[in-house]
């Protein structure tokens, strides 16, 4: 139920989407020859929405089954008016985000907001710091590489297996990139998706992430996100790794 008043099944059509351009970017990046339709339907598997969402909702209600006052709360912020017209901008915005040249308009309106100082930066701010988004982020990202990084070694793109401990090192080598660009994406997401919201009703929704079922539902988000998604790279890892050795061959 909150599954559906969170319309969490079109946030996943958009993720999938993302996921299938992002298995694109992978074949353009390691094996410039193509990965030819096979390598599409491998991605498409990968991302197969019925898993994807069982998995999501198995995480979730582990979080959340044992707080029915906390669920209570949340579905009804994101039943009412202005939390359905919110994810409504959400959505849109991310499935707008798909377009490169969207993106990258939404960058430069970003950077001039903030050097013209507009109220609506510092709202932003406050509300990637209520739900503790960046660090958030950059640690789902630094745990999605790992995971990556871990599945393309298990299908012996290296040869011999590496030590843990030095796909780690190659993982926080990244941190500092994945901080900035990380940054960068929440600004400019998060500008675009909230531009047609009264400062007030912004007011009204970082009060609610900073509200305890608020923070409740970012911690199980987080976790569900986590948990399917880092299972999402080490497959992608391995299929990667796996169509490098064929090529080789």
Do not use: C
Request: hydrophobic share 45%.
């Amino acid at each position: 139920q909150l599954g559906k008043v969170m319309r969490l099944d079109e946030l996943f059509d958009v993720l999938r989407a993302e996921g299938v351009a992002h298995g694109a970017t992978l074949e353009a990046d390691m094996f410039p020859s193509g990965g030819g339709p096979e390598w599409a339907a491998t991605v498409s598997d990968i991302y197969d929405l019925r898993l994807l969402r069982a998995a999501f909702n198995q995480q979730l209600r582990a979080a959340l089954a044992s707080d029915p006052d906390a669920m209570t709360e949340i579905a009804d912020f994101f039943g009412s008016k202005l939390g359905g017209r919110i994810l409504t901008l959400e959505i849109e915005a991310r499935r707008a985000f798909l377009d490169t040249a969207i993106a990258e308009a939404a960058q430069v309106a970003a950077d001039k907001r903030r050097a013209g100082r507009d109220p609506r930066t510092r709202q932003i701010d406050r509300f990637i710091a209520a739900g503790d988004l960046l660090e958030m982020n950059v640690a789902g990202a630094l745990s999605g590489n790992l995971a990556f990084l871990t599945g393309l070694d298990e299908a012996g793109v290296n040869g011999t297996r590496l030590p843990q401990d030095e796909l780690l090192s190659q993982v926080w080598g990244q941190e500092a990139q994945i901080r900035d660009d990380t940054q960068v994406w929440l600004q400019s997401y998060l500008g675009l998706a909230y531009d047609p919201l009264t400062e007030a009703e912004l007011e009204t929704y970082i009060a609610f992430w900073e509200s305890p079922a608020g923070q409740r539902l970012n911690a199980a988000l987080f976790l569900a996100f986590d948990a399917v998604f880092s299972g999402v790279s080490h497959d992608l890892g391995r299929a990667a790794g796996a169509a490098m050795l064929s090529q080789e061959i």
